[in-house]
């Protein structure tokens, strides 16, 4: 008992209830290997999960060089381009970085 009456707090292992660690990354590569490149909107629909989720996934799987912009689309409403994500190809390192040809960067 520490002063003032207050007990000390122990620290206890939280337990999660809720998805395994790694399952949406798995869906989102499941989902990628099965059905070919797509864009991150289209994996939140299909997967049930918030656009942003399904976009910070990607963002993170990139990071790890799993996966890949295979190519940017223009989608009417949407100011910018979309990203289209896939599979990475497996003889490019994760370290070496993807060069986009100018395409790429002009405006429609």
């Not at 989102?28 to 994996?43: D, F, I, M, N």
């Not at 989720?53 to 223009?74: F, K, Y």
Request: one cysteine or more.
């Amino acid at each position: 008992m520490m002063e003032n009456g207050e007990h000390a707090r122990t620290t206890q292992p939280v337990h999660r209830t809720g998805r395994p660690r790694g399952e949406i990354a798995q869906a989102v590569r499941h989902r990628l290997k099965s059905e070919g490149p797509t864009t991150a909107r289209e994996l939140a629909d299909a997967l049930l999960i918030t656009p942003a989720l399904a976009w910070s996934t990607c963002s993170r799987l990139m990071q790890r060089g799993e996966i890949e912009v295979v190519e940017r689309q223009r989608i009417p409403g949407v100011n910018k381009p979309v990203s289209v994500y896939g599979i990475a190809c497996p003889l490019r390192s994760a370290r070496t970085p993807m060069r986009l040809p100018a395409a790429f960067f002009a405006r429609a």
